[in-house]
C-alpha cells in the first residue's frame, strides 16, 4: 500500500501576518536533538503496519529550509532504513528565499530533496512588504534561479486576491510568473484567519466577485502558458503535480511527524487519524467519507467512486443523495460517470453549497 510520510518542521525567522500555520520564532533551536525525536517517532509509526511502501516524503512548516541539511539527510537515511520505498521517490521541501545562505539549495539538493517549493508569495516589492515577508523581489528571483538551476522539479507558492490588488496589476504579475518556466504553481487566493495580525487589523478578503474574476483570469492565463490545473490552487507542467499532495487528496495513507503535523493510517480495519505526540484517534467511516468528499471535489479529476469506496468502507450510493447530484448536473455544477463525480469550473466556485446538497 501507498504511503506518504509528511516532516512538520515548525520554526521561522518571523511571523508572517498572514499566517495561521503553526510556527513558532526561535533562535537556536536544539536541531539534533528534536530530529531524535522525529527519528523515534518514524521507528513507532514503522511498527504499526507493515503493508505500506514510501512513495512520497514532504518537509513542510514553518519552514522546513531552517532544518541543517544534515539534519534532513538523518530523517531520510532513517526512513529510507525502515520502509521500502518506491523507486521514483518524491522527496519535497518548503523553502524560503534566504540570501543569508547562498549555497541553502545545491545542499538541500545533495541532501537528497528532489523537489523544491519556494515560497514566493508575490513578485513586487510593495506587496511583499505588506505581506510581511523576510525577502524582496530581488532576493525572491534570485532564488528562484538557484532553484531552478539545482532541481528539475520546482514550484513556488503566491498569494494572490490581496487587498487593492487590480486585475491589471494580478495579470501582469502572472505573466511574469509564467514567464519564470517553473514546472508547478500553487496560487492561493489570500485567506484572513482569524488571530492573524491581519485579521486584528480588520483586513478584509477581496468581494467575492473580485476573487472570482481573478480566479478565471488565473485559470485561463495559466492555460495559455501550458499549465494545467489539477487542484483549485495547484497547477502543473505535464507530468509535475506534486504526487504528495495529491495522495493526501486522493485520501491515501500518510504518517506525519513533528509538532503541527497529522496522519491518516488504515490498521486493520479501523482508520485512525494521528495527532503529535503519537495520539491515534479513531476516526468514523461516515466522516472520513465527508472529508474524501470535500477534498475530491477540490481535485479537477475529481472523486473515484471505488477508491472513496476503499478508503472510508462506505458504499458510494449509500453515502450521497442521488437526486440531489442529478439538480447539480442540471445546474451545471458537476459531472458524473459510474466510475466518477468531479465539479465542473462553475462548481468549483460554488463548491460549499455543491458539497453540501451532495452529502446529506
Ligand atoms: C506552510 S505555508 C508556508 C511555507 C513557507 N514557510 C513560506 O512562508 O513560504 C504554505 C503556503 O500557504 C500559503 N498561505 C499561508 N497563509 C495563507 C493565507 N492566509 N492565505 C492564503 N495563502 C496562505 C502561502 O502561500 C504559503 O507559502
Ligand atoms: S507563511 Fe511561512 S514563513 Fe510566514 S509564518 Fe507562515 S510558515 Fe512561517
Given at each position: 500500500m501507498r504511503l506518504g510520510i509528511y516532516i512538520h518542521w515548525?520554526?521561522?525567522?518571523s511571523k508572517c501576518p498572514y499566517c495561521d500555520f503553526l510556527s513558532y520564532v526561535k533562535k537556536n533551536v536544539e536541531q539534533s536533538v528534536l530530529v531524535d525525536g522525529y527519528l523515534s517517532d518514524l521507528e513507532y509509526y514503522r511498527s504499526l503496519n507493515d503493508e505500506y511502501k514510501v512513495d512520497t516524503i514532504f518537509f513542510g512548516g514553518?519552514?522546513?529550509?531552517?532544518?541543517?541539511p544534515k539534519q534532513i539527510e538523518r530523517i531520510l537515511d532513517k526512513i529510507i532504513g525502515l520502509w521500502p520505498t518506491a523507486d521514483n521517490l518524491e522527496i519535497s521541501l518548503e523553502a524560503n528565499p534566504n540570501s543569508q545562505y547562498p549555497t541553502l539549495f545545491e545542499d538541500l539538493r545533495q541532501s537528497g530533496i528532489n523537489r523544491l517549493s519556494l515560497g514566493?508569495?508575490?513578485?513586487n516589492d510593495k506587496d511583499l512588504k505588506f505581506l510581511g515577508r523576510t525577502h524582496d523581489m530581488k532576493e525572491a528571483l534570485s532564488a528562484i534561479d538557484l532553484v531552478k538551476k539545482n532541481f528539475d522539479n520546482h514550484s513556488i507558492d503566491l498569494i494572490y486576491?490581496?487587498?487593492?490588488?487590480t486585475v491589471c496589476e494580478w495579470k501582469k504579475e502572472l505573466n511574469q510568473v509564467c514567464n519564470l518556466g517553473l514546472k508547478h504553481l500553487s496560487l492561493y487566493q489570500l485567506t484572513i484567519e482569524e488571530g492573524t495580525v491581519f485579521s486584528q487589523k480588520g483586513i478584509k478578503p477581496a468581494a467575492e466577485e473580485k476573487a472570482a474574476e481573478l480566479y478565471n483570469i488565473t485559470t485561463q492565463i495559466l492555460a495559455d502558458f501550458g499549465y494545467e490545473q489539477y487542484e483549485i490552487s495547484n497547477y502543473a507542467q505535464k507530468g509535475y503535480e506534486c504526487r504528495h499532495n495529491l495522495g493526501y487528496w486522493h485520501g491515501d495513507d500518510y504518517i506525519g511527524i513533528g509538532k503541527g503535523a497529522v496522519g491518516y493510517l488504515h490498521i486493520g480495519d479501523k482508520i485512525l487519524t494521528t495527532t503529535h505526540p503519537r495520539q491515534l484517534t479513531e476516526v468514523l467511516p461516515t466522516e472520513r467519507a465527508e472529508e474524501l468528499l470535500i477534498m475530491g471535489l477540490?481535485?479537477?479529476?475529481?472523486?473515484?467512486k471505488r477508491r472513496f469506496e476503499r478508503h472510508c468502507g462506505i458504499k458510494w450510493q449509500d453515502f450521497v443523495c442521488q437526486q440531489q447530484i442529478n439538480e447539480l448536473i442540471k445546474e451545471n455544477l458537476v459531472t458524473e460517470t459510474s466510475e466518477n463525480i468531479k465539479a465542473t469550473s462553475n462548481g468549483r466556485l460554488l463548491l460549499n453549497y455543491v458539497i453540501e446538497k451532495i452529502c446529506v
Open positions: 515548525p520554526y521561522c525567522r514553518g519552514t522546513p529550509s531552517l532544518l541543517e514566493v508569495q508575490a513578485l486576491a490581496r487587498p487593492e490588488q477540490r481535485l479537477n479529476e475529481g472523486i473515484n
